[in-house]
DNA sequence: CAGTGTGAAAGTCTTCACAGCT
DNA sequence: AGCTGTGAAGACTTTCACACTG
C-alpha cells in the first residue's frame, strides 16, 4: 500500500489483506499504542513507520553466513538482503580448500574466527548453510559467539537455548507443511 | 531418531527434543490415535510410520514450477524433492525467449498449458519462482488451474481463496520475524 | 515404577459489540 | 456515517495431575 502511494487504510481492509479479522488487527495493534483515527482508519505512511519500529526493522542489521557452497555463494551475488536492511558482512567455512578463496566480494574465514568476528563486530544474525550434518555443531559454535538470530537451511531441526531464535529454510519441509490439508 | 536406529521414545524426550511440553506431545498425538504403551513410551518405528501417514507422506506427491530464472533452475539440478516424496514434473514459464529451452532434462512450457497440464495430471503442488511483479497472477492462474498447495518464492503476500494453501519462503522475511526479539 | 491417555482447570487468544471520536 | 479502541464473552489451547497399564 505504501508502495503504491495509498493514504489511508482501515482495519476491515488489511483485515481482507491478510485473511484475518478486523477486529485482530486493531486489538494486535492496540498492544502497541493507538495508531488510528475514528471515522478515517490509519494513515498508511505513519502505520509503516510505527510498524517498523515495532518490529525493530528501522534500522540496519548485520548478518555473517556460515558455508560456501551453493546456497552460502548465492547470498553473495543477491542484493535482497542490503536492500531491505540486512547487511551480509563476512562469510565463514570449515573446509580448508574453501577457506582464503572468494566469494562475491569477500574472502571466506575459518569458522575458528566465527567468534571473535562476532563479539568484535556485534553481529546479531547468522544463516547456516552448511550440510545437515555439521548444522548442530555450528548452531552450538554460533550460540557460545553471541549469536541471537539463525536462518538455517540445513534440513534438520536445531537445538538452542529459548534466547536464541531459529527460522528455517527447508523447502521440502514447507510442502510437507501443506499435506495434512490435502487429498 | 529413526534413522539413527534408536527403538523407543518418550513424550519426555520428544518435548525435550522440540522445546515444548511432555503434555503437549501426549494431547497431540491423542487426537489421532493411541500410539503408545504406558511404561514404555512411543516405538520409533511405528510412530515414524504412524505420523508419515497422518501428516500424509506416506505418498509420492507430484510438484510444477512456475518460473525458469534463478531459482527455478536450481530446483531442477536438486535431488532433495524427490528423495523426500516431492517429484518435479514440469516448468513453466511466460517469457518467450525461455519457453521451449531445457531447465535440466525439463522443457520449459508456456504458462498458458498450465491449467490443462494440472487438470490431466492431477497435480496438486506448484512452485512460484517468478518476479514478485507477476506473483499474484501466476497464483490466481494455478488456483483455477485445480492448484491446492502453492510454494512461493516472490518475496509478496498473495491472496487465494480459504482451501488453497500458501507457503512463503524468503530469507529476508524470515530474518525479519526474528529482530522484534532482538536489541 | 516409568510413562501413557485424559478429564478438569488454568491460561491464552479471538470475536463481539458498542461507547465515543472525526 | 464510518471507524477506532476496548472491556466482556466466548472459543480454543495448554497444563495439571492422576487413574491406569505393561
Redesign the interface.
Known amino acids: 500500500m505504501h508502495e503504491g502511494g495509498k493514504l489511508y487504510t482501515s482495519s476491515h481492509e488489511l483485515a481482507e ?3 484475518i479479522s478486523s477486529a485482530q488487527i486493531r486489538k494486535d495493534l492496540s498492544h502497541f499504542g493507538e495508531f488510528g483515527k475514528q471515522g478515517t482508519g490509519y494513515s498508511v505512511a505513519s502505520l509503516y513507520e510505527e510498524l517498523r519500529q ?4 528501522d534500522r540496519e ?1 548485520q ?1 555473517i553466513v556460515v558455508g560456501s557452497g ?1 546456497i552460502g555463494s ?2 553473495a551475488s543477491y542484493s ?2 542490503a536492500q ?3 547487511r551480509v558482512v563476512a562469510f565463514f567455512d570449515n573446509d580448508p580448500n574453501k577457506v582464503g578463496a572468494k566469494v562475491g566480494s569477500f574472502i571466506v574465514q575459518d569458522n575458528s574466527e566465527i567468534a571473535s568476528y562476532v563479539s568484535e563486530n556485534h553481529v ?2 547468522a ?1 547456516i548453510a552448511v550440510p545437515a550434518q555439521y548444522a548442530q555443531q555450528v548452531a552450538d559454535l554460533l550460540v557460545d559467539s553471541g549469536i ?2 539463525i ?1 538455517n537451511y540445513a ?1 534438520i ?1 536445531l ?1 538452542v537455548p ?1 534466547y536464541v ?1 531459529v ?1 528455517y ?1 527447508d ?2 519441509l ?10
Chains 1, 2 share one sequence.
Open positions: 489483506w491478510l485473511g515495532i518490529l525493530h526493522l542489521w548478518l551453493n548465492a547470498v535482497g538482503f531491505r536492511g540486512f546479531q544474525h544463516m541471537r538470530g536462518l534440513p531441526n537445538s529459548d531464535h527460522e529454510i523447502p521440502v514447507h510442502l510437507q507443511k501443506m499435506t495434512y490439508y490435502l487429498e
